[in-house]
């Protein structure tokens, strides 16, 4: 399989987690075996701009390369899982445009329609400041 694609700036272990799946047969396993520290500095939150354009085409190369032992159906639901974890990842990490783009092609895809439209209604800067004041917390700094 090689190592980490040095040429990815970001999404670097999801490559290497998909060829590792391309290469033979997945199992689950339902027992926890991986903590995952969730950073507000992790690179995937402070770069949600490089994120989308570093990890789509990454994803979208491997679906093309594979085109032949992935289904339509399958490659559909891929391309709009992506879209809406990046798309969340951007809309609420202040890149609202990319972020509803992203989802709406989720939903165009007609993946979690209704879930992904009521995210961008409540996690939308208005309601996240609503949510802020009615449950008395501090107004957070804002991404520049």
């Known amino acids: 399989l090689g190592s980490f694609n040095t040429n990815l700036a970001i999404a670097e272990d999801q490559d290497f987690w998909i060829r590792l799946a391309l290469a033979g047969p997945v199992a689950h396993i339902p027992v926890a075996m991986v903590r995952v520290h969730e950073r507000a500095q992790s690179l995937s939150r402070r770069h949600y701009r490089k994120t989308a354009a570093i990890t789509l085409p990454m994803v979208l190369g491997h679906l093309r390369d594979n085109s032949d032992n992935v289904s339509r159906s399958e490659a559909r639901l891929i ?15 202040g890149a609202p445009f990319l972020g509803t783009w992203l989802l709406m092609r989720a939903v165009v895809l007609g993946h979690q329609p209704f879930t992904n439209l009521l995210y961008l209604i409540f996690s939308s800067a208005p309601a996240r400041w609503a949510k802020r004041r009615l449950l008395g917390r501090p107004a957070l700094a804002s991404h520049s």
């Open 79 to 93: 391309r709009a899982t992506r879209y809406t974890a990046l798309g969340r990842n951007a809309y609420v990490g």
